[in-house]
């Protein structure tokens, strides 16, 4: 083992625990927002109560996510300098916009949101924490940016060995960025919507027969399978655009992930070894059956013609596997959140005439138990498409421009990177027993109790209050 192989792994470890908080950051935003919009309209004080309670679970993770985060950015000057100087000119633009436009937008008006409840009117104050889910959303979209073009390089030029860029819309409008956005972005919905099912699920099942408490979590419940189910569409649809710029611009990945070693026409999908689908993986690829896919051996003598002699394939088992637990693991997830909407449908209340209400069936035990239970699916999900999208382009870490080996710094020891990913696990295993214990302790807490806090009643903003009314102050006591 060298200092090359370290580095990976180190990259590998602190990029996956970064994204274990990324999606939920993304999606947990819109679904706090969401709820503070609802109490906005209807001043129903079970949404303010729910927009209080995941708020402070949204910002324990957003804390948690800036936290691992910095760590990215120092390991590309200190293990990946070659790296950096050859894709710095290009990179510079998106992370210059993600930091300058997106993060400040994101952190300043969040900061707002957090020590505005009792001193800003009612809609700048929903106004704030809609600015900083845009941000973040943005946030995402300048960082898969640059991301895409590691895999699909455009705009640029290479000049002294430097890649330079040479049109910014182009890297910005990068078709593989243009599907890979909607993809991940739905992704980290279907994680916070799992996130809020679970968490909904559980308090449902502690809370069962406890009065007017269980109304308010079916809310919450139902609004979490509706996103989970919308963003699984997207999903979808995102993936399979993917698909098909796999076939045109990194065919040893779309090979590599169905384990394909030559050249196919008509090529089947495998779902586990043993049990095809004849033709799907053409389909897949080329919305085509009898379409040729291109196969791992195949690709690699090509690639040895066009770039010289090399081990051009990525680690076969990891890709194929990844593929399979990311597609089974979300398409679980989604078909839970279907299952849910029609489980708790809306049919006849009790009455009689022409006055019956329609009113949401109660959630069964059983679906919350499953709802709990499934909470690790689509984390597993998307950490399983991570590994698909960035092992599956090795070896290179600019598709056809500058592979791993050479990416490396070279004046970085085998001890030095070592002993930093040693401090780095640890470091990081501490801040995961504190995430979990803080989150845990959250959501086994429940809302915090307050005056008003009736599931039908409607509450006063601060802002709306009378003068000589007391004021109902709902601080998240961060």
Known sequence: MDALDLARWQFG???VYHFLFVPLTIGLGVFVAAMQTAWHRTGKAHYLTLTRFFGKLFLINFAMGVVTGLVQEFQFGMNWSEYSTFVGDVFGAPLAMEALLAFFLESTFLG????????????VHLACLWAAVIGSNLSAYFILAANAWMKHPVGYEVVDGRARMTDLWAVLTNSTALAQV??????AFVVAGGFVLAVSGYRLLRERGSGERPHMWRAALRTALVMTAIAGVVVAASGDLSGRLLHEQQPMKLAAAEGLRHDTAGASFSVVPGVEVPGMLSLLAAHDPAAVVQGVDDVQARYEQEFGPADYMPNLPVIYWSFRVMIGFGMATVGLSALGLWL?????????????????QAVPDWFARACVLALPLP??????????SEIGRQPWTVQGELMTAASVSPGVSLTEVAISLAVFTVLYGVLAVAEGALLVRHIKAGPEDRPGDHPERPVPAPAETEPGEARLTPTLMY
């Open 344 to 360: 708790t449908r809306r049919g006849r209340g009790h009455g009689h005439g022409r006055g019956r209400r329609r009113t949401a």
């Open 379 to 388: 984390t597993l999900a998307v950490i399983a498409g991570w590994l698909l």
């Open 182 to 187: 909607p993809h991940v972005v739905g992704a």
């Open 13 to 15: 470890v602190t990029t």
């Open 112 to 123: 707002l949101w957090i020590f505005g409840w009792d001193r800003l009117p009612k809609r």
